[in-house]
């Protein structure tokens, strides 16, 4: 059938079941919106483009759909950097489509030209950049492929636009012509029965599971090899949610604001079994230092991250979801003696006795940050999806709010990016409707998408926003103040805005809350007003997220 | 000592080195089969880049399938760890296969053009070296010629030593290709 390249891009986008996607126009990609006009597909018009890019990633992080965005040429590309990294680090299936200057004028410096493929080119999965129309329907297909295959991540597809008017002949793609990409899934036999021994013959075992096992869905999985012994289990910042917290084997998030019982299990385990997780310099601490006594089975789809940082003894390349079906099978079949575990235990009860995470509470009306994470688990039920901004908040939510299903915390983990929260939230809902999506935020965090509050508004995306307002970059105040002297540098509140205001301008709902004793019944407020609303939390000034390893310290130094 | 970051941790170039990961200690000669197609060197001297390491050489040509090219590149593997970025090589979607080849099953050349001063009086001492060389003379001006040498990177530098004295006005390197011993594909 013979349509215009814009219109193939629409068939495409349909035969990959794509039924939403985040953009905003610009003078480079005005046919492919010429085409979404009737393609029936909803297109979410976001207020500036990383707030599209985030969207489509918190999009992606619900439904474990491929997320797509599309921007225009120059300033609209390069305002999707940072989406783009963001998810390259996060192993995030998302597609960029984003328009380009005429043929032309490529290399001339034309009107909103970038060079979107260079400058994104560290950033990607892969990206194409298109030099005929007809490649045009093949490209987005391999793009979703890959996207979505593998360990996922971001793929851009550049189209100039004089290309992308072209009348072409289109016919659905259903094969993908990558000879170079052949993303090893099914795992080595012989090395899953080696780990299977090996978890056998632990004494101190300690699975440690992270964004892989979500993006693999593979919780099912994991759970049963955890439950087919008495085995203690930690998920980084990524995986939470793939074992349901809490747990009587649930040892809590490790790492640099982990909790101590998950921290000293990996330092004195004799044997780590980590999957889809790749031991990041905020789970290990000191490098050289990290788990001097373990053993390490290392399971990932991605070859490139085992060994990088800790060498593995018990190599396995597979998807998450197979391999641990096997292993689970494999060390069921052993009928290990399950009381090897008993003494390892007692080790662990003691920690998680001595070790509680706690605070104190305040004794006034003052809401302290972590009670705050409890009102909202209160408020909610837990049952919300929960999308989290970066800093303080982001660890108080990740240790005090027990996730029990993967996909249910949604925040930036790998590239730390402040102004995720708003627009990942905004996706998360989009993707999911049927669902309570509420977005834990920082005043500082906040403000970096606030405009997308406009897009929820005129979209009628309900977002409920919980600002946790201390006045301060939370996390670097907290670091001048333990590392720095207390020099506060450029940290403070100068005339932060009025958010409740803010809010109504945006045609949200807006509401403050200063006092704990109606918190609880503030946020329900806030869940049950319809449409978005940002509740502005003032919480204790100066709190730090403890415990916590000092940066370069090693994990069984934790303070605090 | 911390990370960079924190106040009491400035970092000693000592430490620095040591933070670098492992090294081989010798020449890698790395043969990367890639499909043809625009951007494909850029993405993998990205990989390189990203790093800080150095790449020493590097060739691209066609191979018997015009789908198909073939890079050869050779890094100092005493100055880098280069097991990760051949990991990380691994993954390019346009990157079909790589060897790092082992220097003694190996087969590798590299052709350099030389431009040496060669008045009459030092022209026959040139052109002597050159026979010794089996260097091949391929243009000749009133007052010097360019020699064509093909060989290991050992004799072109080895030649290069020997005209030096003359007066080399200028060279130019392709970098090694390499293609493994025996039946087996490279």
Redesign the interface.
């Known amino acids: 059938m013979r349509m215009r390249a814009v219109d193939a891009v629409m068939e495409c986008l349909k035969a990959e079941g794509v039924d939403v996607v985040f953009g905003l126009p610009g003078g480079a990609n005005i046919p492919t919106y010429d085409a979404l006009h009737d393609a029936g597909i909803r297109h979410v018009l976001v207020r500036h483009e990383a707030g599209g890019g985030h969207a489509a990633e918190g999009y992606a992080k619900a439904t474990g759909k491929v997320g797509v965005c599309l921007a225009t040429s120059g300033p609209g590309a390069t305002n999707v950097v940072t989406p783009i990294q963001d998810a390259m680090m996060d192993s995030v299936p998302t597609v960029f489509i984003t328009g380009q200057v005429r043929t032309d004028l490529l290399g001339t410096d034309g009107f909103q030209e970038a060079d979107v ?2 400058i994104t ?2 950033a990607v ?3 194409f ?1 298109i ?1 005929h129309p007809l490649e045009i329907p093949r490209a987005l297909h391999e793009a979703f492929y ?1 996207a979505r295959t593998g360990r996922p991540g971001p793929v851009v597809v550049d189209i100039p636009t004089d290309l992308s008017r072209a009348d072409i002949p289109y016919e659905p793609i259903n094969d993908v012509r ?4 052949q993303p090893t899934t099914e795992g080595n036999a012989k090395q899953i029965r080696q780990a299977a021994k090996a978890l056998a013959a632990s004494r101190r075992p300690v699975l440690y599971a992270g964004g892989g096992v979500v993006n693999a869905n593979a919780s099912a999985e994991l759970i049963e090899l955890v439950t087919s012994d008495n085995f203690p289990i930690t998920c980084t910042l990524m995986g939470l949610g793939a074992f349901p917290a809490p747990h009587d084997q649930w040892l809590g998030m490790p790492g640099m604001h982990g909790t101590r019982t998950a921290n000293y299990a990996m330092d004195e385990a004799d044997l780590i079994c980590a999957i889809g997780a790749r031991f990041d ?1 905020r789970v290990t601490g000191k490098l050289s230092e990290f788990a001097p006594r373990a053993k390490f089975i290392h399971i990932d789809v ?3 991250e085992i060994s ?1 940082n800790v060498p593995a003894h018990i190599p396995i390349v597979g998807d998450a979801r197979n391999v641990l079906a096997k292993l689970a099978a494999e060390y069921r079949a052993l009928q290990a003696d399950s009381g090897r575990l008993d003494e390892w235990w007692q080790r662990i009860r003691a920690w998680q006795e001595r070790y509680p995470l706690r605070y104190d509470d305040s004794e006034t009306a003052e809401i302290k940050p972590q009670y705050m994470i409890e009102a909202l688990l209160e408020a909610t039920g837990g049952d919300c999806i929960l999308a989290s901004d970066i800093g303080q908040h982001q660890m108080w939510a990740a240790q005090y709010f027990p996730f029990k299903r993967p996909r249910q915390w949604i925040n930036s983990g790998g590239l730390g990016t402040m102004g995720f929260g708003l627009p990942a939230a905004m996706g998360a809902k989009a993707g999911c409707p049927d669902q309570v999506v509420a977005c834990i935020t920082g005043d500082g965090s906040f403000q970096m998408n606030i405009q997308e509050l406009a897009t929820c508004a005129e979209e009628e995306i309900e977002v409920k926003v919980f600002i946790m307002n201390n006045g301060y970059l939370g996390m670097v105040r907290q ?1 001048q103040e333990l ?3 207390r020099r506060y540098s450029h940290v403070a509140r100068g005339r932060w805005p009025d958010f409740a205001k803010v809010a109504e301008g945006f045609g949200c709902v807006g509401m403050r809350c200063t006092d704990k004793n109606t918190l609880v019944a503030d946020m329900r407020e806030a869940l049950e007003t319809p449409g978005t609303v940002v509740v502005d939390v003032a919480v204790t000034e100066e709190e730090n997220v403890y415990p916590m390893i ?4 090693a994990a069984r130094d934790m303070k605090g | ?3 960079p ?5 400035v970092l000693s170039l000592e430490e620095l080195e040591a933070a670098g990961g492992m090294r081989t200690g010798r020449k890698h000669v790395l043969s990367i089969l ?2 043809n197609k ?2 494909v060197l ?2 993998i001297a ?1 990989l390189f880049a ?1 790093r800080g390491f150095n790449i020493d050489t590097l060739t691209v040509g066609p191979t018997d399938d015009d789908q198909l090219s073939r890079i050869t590149l050779t890094v100092d593997g005493a100055l880098h760890p280069i097991d ?1 970025v051949t ?2 090589l ?7 296969k790589i060897r790092d080849l082992e220097p003694a099953d190996t087969v590798a050349r590299e052709l350099a053009l030389f431009k040496v001063a060669a008045d009459g009086s030092q022209r026959a001492e040139v052109m002597q070296i050159c026979e010794i060389f089996r260097a091949k003379v391929v243009d000749v001006a009133r007052r010097s010629i360019i020699v064509e040498v093909t060989g290991t990177t050992d004799k072109v530098e080895a030649f290069e030593r020997m005209v030096r004295p003359f007066g080399l006005v200028e060279m130019m390197r392709t970098g090694e290709i390499a293609i493994s011993r025996g039946r087996g594909e490279t």
């Open positions: 493929l260079g080119m560290p999965k892969h990206s950049m030099q890959l990558l000879p170079g990409y310099d991605d070859p490139a990088k670091w590392f720095w002297d000092a940066p370069g310290a | 000592m911390g990370e970051g924190t106040k009491q941790d890639v499909e625009p951007g850029t993405r990205g990203r990760q990991k990380q691994h993954k390019l979607v346009n990157v079909l």
